[in-house]
């Protein structure tokens, strides 16, 4: 919409984050930013990033979608950089329905930010939207996923590349359901890191699957758990998800194609690269959820169905 055109470097295939070591073979003097996602509530190389970002004097955007509260080297995600923004969707860990928020360190940007906020329109208020949020709410609980997956409209399982046409203020009760998220963030956060702990120990004996490393220094968020199948076991990820699925665990594959290849992106996107860390990502992921309500028994239950369907291929 602003006329520039994206660039996508590959990622790391143990972190599953951007790899400042490819930023750093793409970037010259035309680049204005880098924008760097926190994959799955894992933090990236913020300090390497914002140092190449210096170098070049270039913007440092941090998309905070999945890792609202995260750290990287005792700092808080979306401090490091320029500027930073999060979508508030359900699948997030600060949770408003929809919507999202931007923030920026640098004074010169504040303004402007500001203006195209003013500019948007009211927000809509639709009885169906809290209708929609009140069966998020309610199906939101681990044993209920089955149950949420098979109710029209809700979306849930299916991953989404749209984007709002007509996009508008929050609306009052919106910003409510953001700031009871807000309040009780780093409680869901700790519980998330916490739960995450027993799954990474359960599944990290298992052949032919590898999870998500997390760097030192990286406090990750974990809305949910990254595994990407390797080796032999690579071709049989649908079977697994599948599997998982009738289990009633909400397995699934995320990001089923590298962002060049998005319908909004291929018309003014180029790749730096062959991206092969990104392409075999994409075929290869599993992701698991975590929910911060979730008993260690569900856990291991989930972790368990996995160990076993690696074991005992149909």
Known sequence: EAGLRGLC????????????????????????????????????????????????????????????????????????????????????????????????????????????????????????????????????????????????????????????????????????????SLRRLETCNDERRRLAVILRDGLSGAAGLGCQAVPPGAQPTYPRF???????????RDELMARLQAANIDARAFYTRIMSEYDWMQRDCGEAGGLEAGRSIVTTNLVLPIPPGADEATLYAAGATLAEALCCPR
């Open 9 to 180: 470097v590959d990622v790391s295939l143990d972190t599953f984050n951007i790899d400042p070591a490819a930023v750093q073979a793409a970037i010259d003097e035309r680049v204005l930013a880098v924008i760097a996602p926190h994959m799955f509530g894992v933090p990236c190389d913020l300090a390497s990033l914002a140092e190449i970002c210096r170098e070049y004097d270039a913007y440092l955007v941090e998309d905070c979608a999945q890792c609202v509260g995260g750290s990287w080297s005792g700092a808080k995600v979306g401090t490091w950089g320029d500027a930073a923004f999060l979508s508030l969707g359900r699948g997030k860990n600060l949770r408003g329905f929809e919507g999202g928020l931007v923030w920026t360190t640098r004074e010169e940007l504040a303004g402007p930010l500001r203006e195209q906020f003013e500019r948007l329109p009211a927000a809509r208020s639709g009885a169906s939207d809290r209708l929609k949020q009140a069966a998020v709410t309610v199906l939101s609980r681990p044993h209920l996923w089955a149950i949420a997956k098979r109710v029209p409209g809700l979306g849930v399982g299916a991953e989404d590349e749209s984007f709002d046409p007509r996009p508008a203020k929050l609306a009052d009760w919106q910003a409510g359901l953001g700031l009871i």
């Open 226 to 236: 990254a595994t990407r199948l390797t080796g032999d076991e690579a071709s049989r």
